[in-house]
C-alpha cells in the first residue's frame, strides 16, 4: 500500500542543511524545490533562534519557503519536534498553490524581531544576524 504524501511548505530550522532539517528526512521526505509565499506573510526572529512566519491582512511580503513532500503519517511527529509556538497550518503560494506549512502562533511573535525585509530565515541568518545552530 502506497503511503499518501503531503506538499509541505517550511520556512526556517527545517530547511536543507539547517539544524532540525534532519526531522524532515527521519520521516521520509524528499525536498521538492524552492519558492515563495504570496505576499500576505511576514517573519519573526524568534530569540534569534528559528523564525515564525504569520499571515496578515496587510504589510505583508513574499518569504521564502522550501517545499517537502511528506508522508502524511510523518507530520504529527515533525510537529511533535518544532519548537513551541509553531504550528501546521495552509499557506498559499506565489503560484497560488495552496499547501499545508509551518505557521507561528501570533502570541509567540509579541516583542520579537520582525525579520520581514529579508525575504526569509536563509536571507537572514546568512547576514550574521542570527545564532545558526550546527548541523
Not at 3 to 20: C, D, K
Not at 50 to 76: F, K, Q, T
Not at 92 to 114: A, I, K, Y
Request: charged letters at 15%; glycine letters at 12%.
Amino acid at each position: 500500500m502506497r503511503s499518501e504524501v503531503v506538499q509541505f511548505a517550511v520556512n526556517g530550522t527545517l530547511m536543507r542543511g539547517l539544524e532540525l532539517n534532519g526531522n524532515l528526512l527521519a520521516v521520509g521526505a524528499i525536498f521538492t524545490r524552492e519558492t515563495t509565499t504570496e505576499p500576505t506573510y511576514r517573519l519573526w526572529s524568534i530569540q534569534n533562534r528559528h523564525p515564525a512566519m504569520l499571515r496578515v491582512s496587510r504589510g505583508g511580503a513574499a518569504i521564502a519557503v522550501e517545499i517537502w513532500a511528506v508522508p502524511m503519517a510523518g507530520l504529527g511527529q515533525i510537529l511533535l519536534q518544532e519548537p513551541p509556538g509553531l504550528c501546521i497550518g495552509k499557506i498559499r503560494l506565489s503560484d497560488g498553490e495552496m499547501v499545508l506549512g509551518v505557521l507561528g502562533e501570533p502570541v509567540l511573535c509579541q516583542n520579537q524581531l520582525e525579520i520581514t525585509h529579508w525575504g526569509g530565515w536563509r536571507n537572514y541568518i546568512a547576514q550574521g544576524s542570527a545564532v545558526q545552530a550546527s548541523v
